[in-house]
């Protein structure tokens, strides 16, 4: 039995009140409520948040919370895993179509008879999947720690690692492994234009690339820096240069000015001349959708006992090797 996302109910709401980050904040303390948010968020989304971060860091909030609500601003499979951590707690994700297309690009059933196929591999996924997935999988891993698990694992051991090739390829280039790749990918990332960037560097010979290695490899070679997007973020405050090309969702770039307000980023183009470098699941969040989720207890998160089950254990491995 797999999980499913039912339809977002329409509920009758009094019109939105003109101070959304002061009713938001009444809502939180009157529902005990702890607001996790995705670096790829919105600029309101993340100023309001009690949290920002990227999957790991989320997920190690979301086990270690006190609070009896976790709105979620992130997309489904971030919310799914703040439940499967959470199986008593109320979840709400602001807009339950806020999917993934790296989540997507891996059916599940399609998934299960790539595994059958391969019963001796040990699977290690990342963590931009579904509870299904998960609950198929030995290990849970995220961008920062996926090249840490993997060299824990015992040489003589075959892995499948899925969803995400490209992340994948970065994973076999660190550790000298050879994994079998779900050929997954995400549509932000698979899009940046690698002619751009360079063009762009031609234009700020003095400004340093980095990436998520979620990135194709064309892109990634040109990087300076490669990593998840805590540790981009991380990288550029710390570094002496001031100009950087920033080949990721560049909701990131908010964090990255709010904290280097003197150093300049600009956001990675895409092949075409449209907005493909953000997020659009990401965006579907808005203030005024999570202050409703907050107020009508909805849309909350909801996975079958048994896949809830299935993927809390990888889960929990993946944060006790993060941990060692």
Known sequence: MFATVKPQAKLTTKPLPDDLFTAINELKRELNAVILAH???????????????????????????????????????????????NPDKLVLLPDLNAGCSLADSCPPKEFAAFKAARPDHLVISYINCSAEIKAMSDIICTSSNAVKIVSQIPEDRPIIFAPDRNLGRY????????????????????????????????????????????????VLRHASYIGSTTALLKYCLNSPSETFIVATEPGIIHQMQKEAPHKRFIPAPATNNCAC???????????????????????????PEEIQAAALRPIQRMLKLSAS
Not at 172 to 197: D, Y
């Open 277 to 303: 470098n953000e997020c659009p699941h990401m965006r579907l969040n808005t203030l005024e959708k999570l202050y409703l989720a907050m107020k009508n207890r909805s849309p909350k998160i909801e996975i």
């Open 39 to 85: 670096y790829y968020q919105n600029p309101d989304i993340q100023d309001i948040a009690d949290y920002i971060g990227d999957s790991l860091g989320l997920s190690q909030q979301a086990a270690a919370t006190n609070a009896e609500v976790i709105v979620f601003a992130g997309v489904h499979f971030m919310a799914e895993t703040a439940k499967i951590l």
């Open 171 to 218: 994973v076999m280039e660190q550790t000298g492994r050879n994994l079998v790749l779900w050929q997954g990918s995400c549509i932000v990332h698979e899009t940046f234009s690698e002619k751009k960037i360079v063009q762009l560097k031609m234009a700020y010979p003095d400004a340093q690339i980095v990436a998520h290695p979620e990135c194709e490899p064309p």
